[in-house]
């Protein structure tokens, strides 16, 4: 007989559900037929049941299922005399090496999705992001030295996108995947120049976050649109965007397999093996405008706790701090990472080395961390479905009064506020980085022309005559 249970946790603040209210969605979002979750209940601190047998340790890990691909046939939403499918996938990027972890996070912080300044103060967002970038850099340099000089995340999802071409050609749709990055290389800038070379006339686009929110898949979302629109021959071409895909039964299954084989390795004697859930955390106002993120976490959580249970694993309950799990005595811990697929800072650094300290130092004995997705077989294969399915979805941008993506956009982003141009490193000349930097110059000028105005009570010019000597 052995104990295992779930805990919850964020390692960011998770605001209280109640003020969410869910989003309409526009009628081309693919809605995904799967099993219903079992009630959200589980997230919250209410049932403290825990122990149940676990099967033979034998026989506690199955191979992974995978779904062979069957013979030839008609691809709804594919001609294969027509279309060009490309496929592209959207993600955070990071930073390759440590010089680029200022610049990296000065594109994290001009984007208004990210940090939202009142409209009034909309101009300031260069200089706030200089600023922030500035001071959280040192900090952000340690953590990606200590995870080896820089973010995995570019060769991950290039892998990633190599291995659902290959999926999705398994599947007799030869197509391209293409990998767009939010806020470092490859752009995706770069990402829609290299669609736009390759003709791509039927595109897919998945961002590699399972659950929607605004702060990410949003955020890609709003620029790709600009990008698409800007371009006649990319606007002419069809799209689809699958906005989130935590409920697919292959993301789940594979969730699913990955965390029992983590628990299949905690040494027999580590009675009591409790699982947590570590998702990146959005601010409350987000969720309170209407950020879908928080509900479908919650919902994604109580999936995979329910395909556990059925595989006879454990009896979920909550919890939402590793030192109360130590008080309670708990001696063994599973960290999930669950709100992104890829190994990253947070999994390599965070829950690898802060937590795990933590855990022990209040006296849990084993740990465990289950793996990023990365390339598992049965998630690779599950997206390449989803791709086929989004297929005969596909409408082209142009071609309506109100596009498909801008249908989609229009749910969170009624603003349509207007998004920065990312920079790389520091280089010499008359490049982007050099009118990046002469902007923050000119932003802090004007800033003290006003500040001068202010003490003064004169125009700037009339100050600057006075201080002329006669
Ligand atoms: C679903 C995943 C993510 C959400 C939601 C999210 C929101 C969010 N993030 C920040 C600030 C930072 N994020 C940083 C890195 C980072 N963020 C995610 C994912 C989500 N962020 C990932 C996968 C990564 C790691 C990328 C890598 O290089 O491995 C960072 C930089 C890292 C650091 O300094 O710690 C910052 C800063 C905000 C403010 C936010 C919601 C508004
Ligand atoms: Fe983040």
Redesign the pocket.
């Known amino acids: 007989m052995r104990a295992v249970s779930v805990s919850a946790l964020q390692h ?1 603040d998770c605001p209280p559900s109640t003020s969410y209210r869910p989003l309409a969605r526009p009628s081309l979002v693919h809605r995904y037929n799967v099993h219903r979750p079992c009630a959200a209940q589980s997230w919250q601190r209410t049932s403290t049941s825990r122990a149940v047998a676990t099967p033979d340790r034998a026989t506690e890990v199955p191979p992974p299922t995978l779904r062979s691909p069957g013979p030839a046939r008609p691809i709804p939403g594919y001609d294969p005399d027509t279309d060009r499918v490309g496929v592209l996938l959207l993600n ?4 390759e090496t440590l010089e680029d ?1 200022r610049p ?2 000065y594109n ?2 001009a984007d208004p ?3 939202r300044l009142p409209p009034a103060a909309r101009w300031l967002q260069p200089a706030v992001a200089w600023l922030i970038s500035t001071l ?1 850099a040192p ?2 340099r340690r ?2 030295a200590a ?1 080896g000089g ?4 570019r060769a991950i999802t290039q892998e990633q996108a190599d291995a659902l071409a290959g999926a999705l050609a398994d599947r007799a749709v030869p197509a391209r995947a293409y990998v767009a990055m939010r806020y ?1 290389a490859p752009t995706t800038e770069q990402a829609v120049a290299a669609l736009k070379a390759d003709r791509i006339n039927k595109l897919v686009v998945l961002p590699l ?1 399972p ?1 929607f ?1 605004v ?2 898949s949003g955020s890609s979302l709003r620029l790709l649109e600009r990008l698409l629109r800007e371009d006649a021959q990319l606007a002419a071409a069809r799209h689809v965007v699958i906005p989130s895909w935590y409920a697919r039964p292959g993301y789940v299954a594979a969730s699913c397999d990955l965390i029992q084989a983590e628990l299949a390795r905690f040494p027999a004697e580590a009675d009591g093996v409790e699982i947590f859930f570590s ?5 409350q106002s ?1 969720v309170d405008e209407g950020d879908p ?1 928080k509900e479908e976490m919650e919902q994604c959580v109580a999936l995979i706790m329910t395909e556990l249970a059925a595989r006879g694993w454990l009896r979920p309950y909550t919890d939402d701090a590793i030192r109360y799990l130590g008080e309670r005595r708990v001696r063994g811990l599973l960290a999930v990472p669950i ?2 697929v ?5 999994t ?1 650094e ?1 829950i690898d080395m802060e937590y795990r300290e933590l855990a022990e130092e209040v006296g849990i004995k084993s740990w465990g961390r289950v793996p990023a997705l990365n390339t598992n077989p049965v998630f690779i294969a599950d997206l390449a479905d989803a791709v086929l399915e989004a297929l005969p979805y596909a409408g082209s941008v142009a071609g309506s009064a109100v596009g498909e993506l801008d249908a989609l956009l229009e749910t969170y982003d009624r603003d349509r506020r207007q998004l920065p141009a990312p920079i790389g490193g520091w280089v010499w000349g008359w490049t982007r980085s050099a009118e990046t930097w002469n902007g923050r110059l000119a932003m802090l000028a004007l800033l003290s022309v006003l500040l001068l105005e202010l003490v003064t009570g004169r125009g700037a010019i009339g100050t600057l005559l006075a201080l002329m000597p006669r």
Do not use: N
């Open positions: 960011v955070l990027g990071g930073p972890v990296f996070l994290l912080f999705d990210i940090i959280r900090k952000s953590g990606y995870i820089g973010s995995p995340l470092w976050y659950q929110s702060s990410t998702a990146h955390g959005v601010p987000y993120y709100s992104f890829s190994e990253h800072i947070e390599l965070e």
